[in-house]
């Protein structure tokens, strides 16, 4: 992955985790949007890797 797209996917987790939705969504949209087949799929396959980066969750946190 592209470190400026893996900057912006990052950068878009914090935001969420701070309830900043919608300036998340604007970093990561274009990102995503852009993404060939190839690193769109390397973009999904990062988020299911990442969930808790936007969630802040950890499994310490779930019952």
Do not use: C
């Amino acid at each position: 992955m592209r470190p400026s797209t893996l900057r912006a996917l990052k950068r878009a987790a914090e935001l969420t985790r701070q309830n900043r939705l919608t300036e998340a969504v604007l970093i990561a949209e274009p990102v995503i949007l852009t993404a060939d087949t190839y690193k769109g799929d390397e973009i999904v396959r990062w988020l299911a890797d990442h969930v808790t980066d936007f969630t802040g969750e950890t499994d310490k946190e779930l019952p």
